[in-house]
Nanobody, 122 residues
């Protein structure tokens, strides 16, 4: 079992930046791939970014490419999402997810955090 706790959400103006963190429990964190999803009101949850177990490989959704960057620190059991040039349409609850595979062909979550709210004002 893996427990994930997100932090770093908040209210920011358009064009600003935030960094989300996701702290994971468990000694096997370093063997799992990690990712971020988001869900806006009235919309389905959507993929944002994923990172392989070693951090060597990443994937970002087209809507955030060039603005968001996923990274991880296995020594700290933590994955990050650096969000720059934020837009009002980035407003959503952001969820951290863990996949037991080192780098699945399509990232899906085996374990989920409780989510953190990000609100971008125009």
């Amino acid at each position: 079992q893996v427990q994930l706790v997100e932090s770093g959400g908040g209210l920011v103006q358009a064009g600003g930046s935030l960094r989300l963190s996701c702290a994971a429990s468990g000694r096997t964190f370093g063997t799992y791939s990690m990712g971020w999803f988001r869900q806006a009101p009235g919309k389905e949850r959507e993929f944002v970014a994923a990172i392989s177990w070693s951090g060597a490989t990443t994937n970002h959704a087209d809507s955030v490419k060039g603005r968001f960057t996923i990274s991880r620190d296995n020594a700290k059991n933590t994955v990050y999402l650096q969000m720059n040039i934020l837009k009002p349409e980035d407003t959503a609850v952001y969820y951290c997810a863990c996949n037991r595979a080192r780098w699945p062909a399509r990232f899906t979550g085996d374990y989920w955090g409780q989510g953190t709210q990000v609100t971008v004002s125009s």
